[in-house]
């Protein structure tokens, strides 16, 4: 009987042993075709609109269509110039003038900008935030004079910046984090006062001490509020560019879109715009998989 059992596992054991390896292949090609099907997905589903506008700018500008609010289609670039302006700014040798192959220069001085004025802001509003959500003492001493300093646009303190400031990178650094700055503050104080109490007492009760509580409970619970606010403030941040470039600045895309507007040039307006949206939506991006990375697979936005 034992002879036989021994027979038994001997004769199914190799077989055990190779048929297991292509079972793990199977999941792992299943698992990667469910994510990649997914992402040509979304990508097929993306394609149609951007595909329908480029059909109806060229349609539009070949026919002077007028659109609302007086908008006159014949004074735009066709999408045919734009896509040559912008391989011109990028490689250069196509337009062959003063701005070809100048795009990474520009691109670069102004991501730098960006990214010093957002980082400030972040370091500050995220701990007052916290603070002011943990502290009803801190958030009556500071909430009024907040509320009456943030509803005054931007664009109003371009002047004052020159003039306290002056000109070049640090009053566009200035701006930005004046932008920026609001947008994490608001989402950070939301998100650390919408922490249920029910948190802190399972905390407390698992022999949490009250000096953990904060990077224990309150910031992962408050984590996808204040994401949220960091990607409202960081698209804001490349808007705000535009105006901080706009005088005494001479390398930048903000910079470049004024040198165009004065020289009349529609199709390198349009290139750079179409160059800060794509700064822009990679720059989200790769915040994003940066605070995956930090955060693991708590559940942030999509």
């Not at 329908?52 to 026919?63: A, P, Q």
């Not at 909430?143 to 109003?156: K, M």
Request: proline letters at 7%; zero cysteines.
């Amino acid at each position: 009987m034992t002879t036989l059992k021994t027979q038994t596992a001997g004769a199914a054991g190799p077989g055990a042993r190779h048929s297991a390896p292509p079972a793990v292949d199977r999941a792992d090609t299943k698992t990667w075709r469910t994510r990649y099907g997914t992402r040509i997905a979304a990508v097929l589903w993306a394609l149609p609109v951007p595909v329908l506008v480029l059909l109806l700018w060229d349609r539009g500008v070949g026919g002077g269509w007028t659109l609302p609010f007086g908008i006159q289609m014949q004074f735009l670039p066709t999408p045919y110039d734009v896509a040559r302006r912008l391989a011109d700014l990028a490689v250069g040798g196509i337009v062959d003038d003063s701005y070809s192959g100048t795009l990474w220069l520009h691109l670069y001085a102004s991501t730098l900008r960006v990214v010093q004025g957002f980082a400030i802001a972040a370091a500050v509003a995220v701990p007052l935030g916290i603070l002011m959500g943990r502290s009803r003492t801190v958030n009556r001493m500071l909430e009024p004079t907040l509320g009456l300093v943030r509803p005054i646009p931007v664009t109003a303190w371009a002047p004052l910046s020159l003039l306290i400031i002056g000109f070049g990178d640090r009053a566009t650094i200035f701006l930005v984090f004046l932008a920026a700055v609001f947008s994490i503050l608001i989402n950070t104080v939301a998100g650390v006062r919408a922490v249920p109490p029910r948190l802190f007492e399972a905390a407390a009760m698992l022999g949490t001490p009250p000096a953990q509580t904060l990077y224990k409970v309150v910031l992962p619970a408050a984590i996808p509020t204040i994401v949220s606010g960091l990607r409202i403030a960081l698209g804001l941040s490349w808007v705000i560019l535009v105006v901080g470039e706009t005088v005494g600045i001479r390398v930048g895309l903000g910079a470049l879109i004024t040198q165009a507007r004065e020289q009349s040039r529609t199709d390198l307006i349009v290139a750079v715009m179409i160059v800060i949206g794509l700064a822009g939506f990679l720059a989200d991006r790769i915040m994003m998989l940066a605070v995956r990375l930090l955060v693991g697979r708590r559940p942030l936005l999509p």
